[in-house]
């Protein structure tokens, strides 16, 4: 539906659209209000991936131009999407209302020939497309090794292929011992044969088993990490570290026995984490200022801390948290804190659009080695834009609690959705405060302890 209302004040609109009563902010909403007497079309330029280039699969930064003729309307957005049949995305301008140089990342999974288009939109509606063609290459070379080359037989391959633009490192079934970390690089894969055949086993003193910092494009599946720690004070060695990252993807793994983390993104964006279990950490998934990511299929079970952890960025303290997560399809089990804990450390920090669908959160856990023992299903706290759904959580204390929150423009902020609490101890959903922000609506409290 498209309108065009030039020069015209509404003061009062009282009407009813599909049947329901609107307010007249609400109705001119609903509206495309233009300029009529713009009818020029703006002109856009792709200027980066050059055109005809070949690329690796991942992300892939787009950046252009785009302006509108002088004395016109403005430019108003622009979009990129890659093939006929993508789904456009919203480029970032240079600075609010200023798009003469935009920029986005798209991803771009699969071998072949793709074409990226750009879309602009002026104030008037007026649009004009421009679009490049780019060639994904295969993943690169494919290096097998055996269990007989241990850590540094992992390290040697992957620093191989990194300097041949990427490739494959395949793990055969086999014990490696690690005795340094395992430094990962961009446009890299290491596949385990199976993840119950491939063990990898710490045998000396290091930081974390694998750490990616400023990397892209990285996956990591289809094997097992064993530390060999047994949580005591959350002073221990994480398992997998990723630092302003980029394109990550963690799947069919089996992280163990750490007295840290068994995940850790730090300030990455655009994740995957499917179908993983961490077993016996301090705590089990964190996110840090993390954005665009996915914990799906995943089984967290036996932390002192938190099982999974969604926060902000507490070491280099950016300025942003963590945006637009989806936790689904996961089962978090035997915790100590909370099992999904989505809060931020201060007040300067907001967290938003973070979805709780689907998980199974049950049998919270009492340790004196825990510095918290707060055995919480869920925690909401300074968010904005978060709803928790469809979730089961199952013998806790406290069931779903929401504390300190900030209110959006639209108003209520978030929702608790079709969830089962039961057998708590204390409360099964309670939430601090002035309670218009939330949205409370068919959950079933059963069993309550109190």
């Known amino acids: 539906m498209g309108y065009s209302i030039s020069k015209t004040v509404c003061l009062y609109v009282f009407a009813i659209f599909d049947g329901s009563v609107i307010t007249a902010s609400q109705f001119i909403s609903l ?26 699969s991942g992300s892939i930064t787009v950046k252009g131009t785009a302006r509108d003729n002088t004395g016109e309307s403005g430019i108003k957005q622009v979009e990129v999407k890659v093939d006929v049949n993508g789904t456009y995305k919203m480029a970032t301008p240079k600075a609010t209302g200023d798009w003469s140089t935009w920029s986005t990342t798209v991803r771009v999974g699969t071998t072949g020939d793709h074409r990226i288009i750009a879309k602009a939109t002026d104030n008037a509606g007026n649009q004009k497309w421009a679009n490049i063609e780019i060639t994904i290459g295969s993943s690169g070379r494919t290096l097998t090794i055996d269990s007989s080359s241990d850590g540094p037989g992992i390290q040697s391959a992957i620093d191989d ?118 077993y016996n950490t301090w705590t089990g998934i964190s996110l840090q200022s993390a954005r665009h990511v996915t914990v799906s299929n995943s089984l967290v079970s036996y932390t002192l801390g938190d099982g999974i952890y969604i926060t902000n960025d507490y070491y280099k303290r950016v300025s942003y948290s963590s945006e637009d997560v989806l936790v689904t399809g996961n089962t978090v089990e035997k915790f100590a804190d909370t099992g999904i804990d989505d809060s931020v450390t201060s007040n300067e920090y907001t967290q938003k659009d973070i979805r709780i669908e689907g998980n199974t959160v049950r049998n919270a856990i009492t340790s004196s080695l825990a510095s918290d023992n707060n055995r919480i299903g869920i925690t909401i706290s300074r968010t904005t834009d978060v709803s928790v759904s469809k979730c089961i959580v199952d013998s806790v204390d406290r ?8 209110t959006n423009a639209n108003g209520a902020s978030i929702y608790i959705v079709d969830n089962i609490v039961k057998n708590f101890d204390n409360y099964g959903i309670m939430w601090e405060g002035d309670p218009s922000d939330i949205i409370v609506r068919n959950n079933k409290i059963i069993n309550a302890g109190i």
Do not use: C, W
């Not at 992280?255 to 730090?266: T, W």
């Open 399 to 406: 069931g779903i609690f929401v504390g300190n929150r900030v």
């Open 161 to 278: 292929l990194a300097e041949q633009g990427g490739g494959i490192v395949i793990l055969k079934n086999g014990t490696y011992y690690l005795s340094t970390q395992i430094n990962l690089k961009s446009n890299i894969e290491i596949r385990g044969e199976s993840t119950s055949g491939v063990l990898l086993k710490r045998v000396a003193g290091f930081q974390e088993a694998f750490l990616g910092s400023n990397v892209d494009n990285v996956k990591i599946s289809d094997l097992t990490v064993d530390i060999g720690e047994s949580p005591k004070d959350n002073n221990g060695i994480s398992v997998v570290i990723f630092n302003d990252s980029n394109d990550v993807t963690l799947e069919q793994l089996t992280l163990k026995n750490s007295d840290k983390m068994g995940i850790l993104l730090r300030r990455t964006d655009n994740a995957t984490i499917n179908n993983v279990e961490v």
């Open 31 to 56: 509206l495309s209000v233009e300029d009529a007497s713009d009818t020029v079309t703006p002109t856009i330029t792709i200027i980066e991936p050059e055109p005809k280039s070949t690329l690796h």
